[in-house]
């Protein structure tokens, strides 16, 4: 099983500031890595798949990079509705995994 | 726009068996998209339970395998989880979701549409 490794755990950003999410694979899984945003109550929203392409209605403020083992999530302005707790999840084989999430909090 | 509802009782006891189903609306789901559940403990992260095809084929999370069953149910465009002898670690918001699948030999196995969630607490 390939574990994700997220971080940090909070992330506190004042609104307009740039936020960098971390996504660490325990081997590599290529591109094959999905972000998504989960705000409380609501079901998780995909973000970005294959690492960098923005998904439908995804705000181009968000961008994925990386590949292989090392992945990062950057918001480059942050606005009041991103504030939320981010997941990413490999899809490289099976069983998919999911990291354990980096709560970006308002500074 | 597919929409994935969940329905299923909310209270489960001990060692029983933890029944839900997902009612797809908004496309097909004899589709090359595969149908999946996904968990998540109160206050936890996500877990990945399991995913099933139109054909009835499956894969299961190796911890979870033992004690579950995805179905489908292509007349009902449905498709449903059963975990046995549930425990107090097995309450959860279980979501099902859509897999993207696989198009002209590109697969892709990550979630593009999900339900709104039904909490499952396995009480006495």
């Known amino acids: 099983e390939i574990v994700m490794t997220q971080s940090p755990a909070t992330l506190s950003v004042s609104p307009g500031e740039r936020a960098t999410l971390s996504c660490r694979a325990s081997q590599s899984v290529s591109s094959n890595l999905a972000w998504y945003q989960q705000k409380p109550g609501q079901a998780p929203r995909l973000l970005i798949y294959?690492?960098?392409t923005r998904a439908t209605r995804t705000p181009a403020r968000f961008s994925g990079s990386g590949s292989g083992t090392e992945f990062t999530l950057t918001i480059s302005s942050l606005q009041s509705e991103d504030f939320a707790v981010y997941y990413c999840q490999h899809y490289n084989n099976w069983p998919l995994t999911f990291g354990g999430g980096t709560k970006v909090e308002i500074k | 726009q597919v929409q994935l509802q969940e329905s299923g009782p909310g209270l489960v006891k001990p060692s029983g068996t933890l029944s839900l189903t997902c009612a797809v609306s908004g496309g097909s789901i004899s589709s090359s998209n595969w149908w999946s559940w996904v968990r998540q403990p109160p206050g936890k992260g996500l877990e990945w339970i399991g995913e099933?095809?139109?054909?009835?084929?499956?894969n299961y999370n190796p911890s979870l395998k033992s004690r579950i069953t995805i179905s489908v149910d292509k007349s009902k465009k449905q498709f449903s989880l059963k975990v046995r002898s549930v425990t107090a670690a097995d309450t959860a918001v279980y979501y099902c979701?859509?897999?993207?699948?696989?198009?002209?030999?590109?697969?892709?196995?990550?979630?593009?549409?999900w339900g709104q969630g039904t909490l499952v607490t396995v009480s006495s």
């Open positions: 979701a859509r897999i993207v699948g696989c198009t002209n030999g590109i697969c892709l196995y990550y979630f593009d549409y």
């Open positions: 099933i095809y139109h054909s009835g084929s499956t």
């Open positions: 294959g690492a960098s």
